[in-house]
Nanobody
Framework: QVQLVESGGGLVQAGGSLRLSCAAS????????MGWFRQAPGLEREFVAA????????YYADSVKGRFTISRDNAKNTVYLQMNSLKPEDTAVYYC????????????????????WGQGTQVTVSS
């Protein structure tokens, strides 16, 4: 049984930082690219960042580029999202997800292409 378990969310003031972690089990982690998505109330789930199997390539939404960093540790079956310079508009539930490697970068941006999902962790940024 595949499990993705996020942690590290919480309440932070604008300008602060948080580091999210996602621990994977039940799958061959280094066979999967990983992504982070977020969803605010009443809005569709949106892409935040993705990282390829070996970590050589990373992709970011324009809204987080330069502020967020995705990374992975295949020895620990864990993917991370370092979030700096947080803004109130970053407030959402953050989800990690796994996807088999794809040829086209655009595939990583659409949440329906991902196979496995965590339960989410709440991030709240106060102004």
């Amino acid at each position: 049984q595949v499990q993705l378990v996020e942690s590290g969310g919480g309440l932070v003031q604008a300008g602060g930082s948080l580091r999210l972690s996602c621990a994977a089990s039940g799958l061959t982690f280094n066979n999967y690219a990983m992504g982070w998505f977020r969803q605010a109330p009443g809005l569709e789930r949106e892409f935040v960042a993705a990282i390829t199997v070996g970590g050589a390539s990373t992709y970011y939404a324009d809204s987080v580029k330069g502020r967020f960093t995705i990374s992975r540790d295949n020895a620990k079956n864990t993917v991370y999202l370092q979030m700096n310079s947080l803004k109130p508009e970053d407030t959402a539930v953050y989800y990690c997800a796994g996807i088999r490697p794809r040829t086209y970068r655009s595939t990583y941006y659409y949440y329906k292409n991902y196979e496995y999902w965590g339960q989410g962790t709440q991030v709240t940024v106060s102004s």
